[in-house]
């Protein structure tokens, strides 16, 4: 599984009685389980990896693509009728893909949550005899979500959307089986319900994005209403940081350079700060430490420019959460971090890779709470321009107000059967 999957799960696990289990990798796994899981991800990684070969790189995926693609949202039909990729997983059931780890987890029967349908789906058709929870992790969701005969399902799913909900529902999941819940973000940077924590680091946030009170000016009684004040600091307690994050497969890294190429003459004033994420992908940490090198640099690293990199996911999401509450911009492709904009982060968006990330993106814009990327090498133009003119402190705040950013907070109060803090004013 990727990012996209276990970085929600991350922010959920001490909600777990035990460690949480990776259902592609855990102790004990069969060979044969293990190998379909493996088969799946190195497919995705290469495909992901070729798109930008001409002609043939560029087919590849978008044949690939099909199979994860989402319909028209209008007009509302009924789609339950399941598609090639939904009827090939359960053929996998039936030669027993799954059976090992349900039975295991079956021997402890606790309300199972997932953030992977496949998991769900796994555990509905080995008979787990507990509860099954599954959380979906985009804007919009494919018919791959719903199961093979979705009307008489049992899976509750914990929606992150509202539109995800809708599609839920169009998938042919009964309306009893979905709470709209909002997507899981760490609670480290949410706080408790009060979210004194999240409106203090979005205070800060807009002090950087909004240095001519151009937003505050214009804005200050939205202010009020959703952070309690009507100003900011009179300066942030870090300088303006730039996170860019690759893909989960590396891809894109060369814009981190670019980025950083164009912020040079800011960063060597430390009048900015970056954060290349390479996540825990080796051969991308290696490519910013030799890039930076031949850009001269890397005198800056550790300094105005950091190089995020853990050996494993569990390490890189912590750290990772940890320099979000100092992010003022990010800068990523249209993935599950797009919900981060719930923080009140405005993000950048680099170029699309698939179905899942055009619909990604498309909300992001939507909300107001995202721009695609200009050129990178012109970044110390727009990008500082858009900063001076309070663009990105607006965004900010469209991200708070408009993304479900309650999702950690409404899975415990799904399981503790108490009624969803309310997303949208709608």
């Not at 496949?118 to 979500?145: K, L, Q």
Request: with cysteine; charged share 20%.
């Amino acid at each position: 599984m990727g990012y996209g999957h276990q970085r929600p799960a991350h922010a959920l696990k001490h909600l777990a009685h035990s460690p949480v289990i990776t259902a592609n990798n855990y102790l004990g796994i069969p060979v044969k389980d293990r190998n379909v899981w493996l088969n799946s991800q190195k497919f995705y990684e290469y495909v992901s990896r070729i798109k930008h070969i001409p002609f043939i790189g560029g087919w590849i995926f978008d044949t690939y693509d099909k199979f994860q693609s989402i319909g028209q949202y209008y007009p509302y039909r009924d789609l339950s009728k399941p598609n090639f990729a939904v009827k090939q997983t359960y053929r996998l059931f039936k030669k027993g893909w799954g059976k090992h780890l349900i039975d295991k987890l079956s021997k402890q029967p606790t309300p199972l949550i997932t953030t992977f349908f496949t998991v769900a789906f796994m555990a509905e058709y080995h008979n787990y005899p507990g509860p099954i929870y599954c959380v979906t992790t985009d804007s919009d969701i494919s018919r791959a979500w719903a199961p093979l005969e979705p009307h008489k399902t049992r899976i509750i799913y914990l929606a992150s959307t509202d539109r995800a909900y809708s599609r839920l529902k169009e998938y042919g999941i009964p309306e009893k089986n979905i709470l709209l819940c909002g997507f899981p973000l760490p609670q480290e940077n949410i706080g408790d319900e009060r979210l004194l924590h999240l409106k203090e680091r979005i205070l800060n946030r807009l002090s950087n994005l909004d240095p001519n009170h151009s937003y505050l000016k214009r804005h200050y009684q939205d202010m009020a209403r959703y952070l309690g004040a009507a100003f900011y600091p009179k300066k942030a307690d870090h300088p303006i940081t730039i996170t860019f994050a690759v893909g989960g497969a590396g891809a894109q890294k060369e814009i981190g350079i670019e980025l950083a190429k164009s912020l040079a003459p800011q960063l060597c004033k430390q009048e900015l700060r970056i954060n290349l994420v390479a996540a825990t992908h080796k051969f991308v940490r290696d490519y910013f430490q030799e890039e930076l090198r031949k850009q001269g640099l890397d005198h800056l690293y550790g300094s105005c420019i950091n190089i995020i990199y853990e050996p494993t996911k569990d390490k890189y999401f912590e750290t990772f959460n940890q320099i979000i509450d100092q992010t003022d911009v990010l800068w990523t492709k249209p993935s599950e971090l797009c919900f981060f904009a719930g923080l009140g982060i405005p993000i950048i968006l680099s170029p699309t890779i698939g179905a899942q990330e055009d619909s990604n993106s498309r909300w992001v814009k939507n909300m107001g709470a995202g721009f695609e990327q200009g050129d990178p090498q012109y970044a110390n133009e727009w990008l500082l321009d858009w900063i001076q003119k309070g663009f990105l402190a607006e965004a900010a705040m469209k991200g708070f107000i408009e993304a479900p950013y309650l999702g950690t907070l409404n899975v415990e109060r799904a399981l503790a059967g108490k009624s969803m803090l309310k997303l949208y004013d709608y």
